[in-house]
């Protein structure tokens, strides 16, 4: 069957900057439909390899302000606690 609305798996296959918005196919692991709103972006599959590979890093920087000083011990805590923050907020 094909999907008539924002089109079919392989028209997507290339990526997309701006998707119109319905309904298409998606298959990492066998097809999967999925309904995406106007103006989704559509990753091809180098740009998901570059993505996923790890080979992009974040920097983070974190500052603690405290008003006594800190052992080295609960610096790496609160830095720690920060970065979990951070990734959940991502």
Do not use: C, H
């Amino acid at each position: 069957s094909t999907v008539t609305s924002g089109g079919g798996a392989d028209d997507n296959y290339s990526g997309t900057s701006f998707f119109p918005g319905g309904l298409t196919m998606v298959g990492e692991l066998g097809p999967e439909l999925v309904a995406l709103p106007r103006g989704s972006r559509i990753y091809n599959d180098y740009e998901t390899k570059q993505i996923l590979g790890g080979s992009r890093g974040i920097t983070q920087n974190i500052t603690i302000n405290s008003p006594t000083p800190l052992t080295p011990a609960e610096t790496a805590r609160q830095i720690k606690n920060a970065s979990r923050q951070l990734a959940l907020e991502w």
